[in-house]
Structure formats: structure tokens, C-alpha cells
């Protein structure tokens, strides 16, 4: 997905209203907004909710959408803020059941590294989604699914070797990338 491509989607949806376009955005962009969710409340569940409801204020929103210089980190800052909002409301539901809220530990992190840890997950959802393809879905399916590499391989149809150069070409690309990112 590049920027231009984007940016014409955005035109359509805000002068045309087009449902299309807003589904070629929907699709070019679900599964990155979903792994930020699903970062911030490690629920499967609960990201998808997140990002449907992320959705709907972005063509609630499409008038304005055009004009905002970065729709990746926009929709970033919406999805994170969605998901600690959604995170903070149904801890609250749940201790109203009488569970406890997870108590706040003497190791929690500051502000700040708070901020670093966040940046960092930014640029590591930058650059995963700038992958080539199936350097993106073993990643994805070795790391974060945390599948073995012959599961992999059977998933995608390829051999266990292809699946170890895929991600060795994509742990490369990842670590030139995030450090590279602020340079961009």
C-alpha cells in the first residue's frame, strides 16, 4: 500500500461516498489495526471489536480524512486509545463481578518508557507491514502465532526451509527497517 494509493482511497470515500473504496482501505489496512489492538489488550475478541468500532468513526470521519498529513499514525493513535479505553471498561465491567483489578506492580514502567515501548511497537507495525508478502505471513505465523515451522510450512504450502530463509529474510528486514524508520 503506498501513500498515493491511500490518499486517492480517502478522495473517494470523502467526494463519492464510496463504500468501495472504503473496503479496498478496510482491507488494505484490518490486519495491521487489528496486531495494534491485539497488542495493547491480548484479546482476540476484543481487538476485533476495537477495530470494527475504529472503522465506523473513520467513515463517520471520511469528510475529514483527506486532510490529515498521517493517516497511518491517525488511525494508529485511534486504534491504541480504543484499546485502552475498551481495556479500562471492561476491567471495570469485570470487577463488578467481583474479580479484582490486576493489581499495579512496583515494576510497572514510568511514563517514559511507556512512551519508548510504544514508539518502538509504531515502528515494528511500520516495518512488518512493509515485508514482502510471505516474508510477512511466516513472521507472522513463527513470532506472533507462535507456531512451529513445520505448521508453517504446511499453512502456506512451502517446505520447512523456505519457511527458515522466509524468516531470516524478514528478521533482517525488520531490524534495517526499525532502525531506519526515523531516517524516513
Not at 463517520?60 to 475498551?86: G, H, M, W
Request: aromatic share 10%.
Amino acid at each position: 500500500m503506498t501513500e498515493s494509493e491511500v490518499r486517492k482511497l480517502l478522495r473517494q470515500m470523502k467526494e463519492w461516498d464510496s463504500e468501495t473504496a472504503f473496503r479496498k482501505f478496510y482491507d488494505l489496512t484490518y490486519d495491521r489495526l487489528f496486531r495494534i489492538a491485539y497488542y495493547y489488550v491480548h484479546r482476540e475478541e476484543w481487538s476485533q471489536e476495537i477495530v470494527l468500532d475504529v472503522f465506523l468513526k473513520l467513515w463517520e470521519q471520511r469528510a475529514t480524512l483527506p486532510e490529515i498529513r498521517s493517516i497511518e499514525d491517525y488511525c494508529f493513535i485511534l486504534v491504541k486509545n480504543a484499546s485502552l479505553n475498551y481495556q479500562e471498561k471492561e476491567l471495570k465491567r469485570e470487577s463488578c463481578t467481583d474479580r479484582e483489578l490486576p493489581e499495579i506492580s512496583e515494576n510497572s514502567l514510568s511514563p517514559e518508557d511507556e512512551l519508548i515501548s510504544e514508539e518502538l511497537f509504531a515502528r515494528y507495525v511500520k516495518a512488518l507491514d512493509r515485508l514482502p508478502e510471505r516474508c510477512r505471513e511466516v513472521f507472522i505465523l513463527i513470532r506472533e502465532e507462535k507456531q512451529s515451522y513445520a505448521q508453517a510450512a504446511e499453512a502456506l504450502g512451502i517446505s520447512i526451509k523456505t519457511v527458515d530463509a522466509q524468516l531470516q529474510k524478514a528478521t533482517a528486514r525488520l531490524k534495517e527497517m526499525i532502525m531506519s524508520i526515523d531516517h524516513n
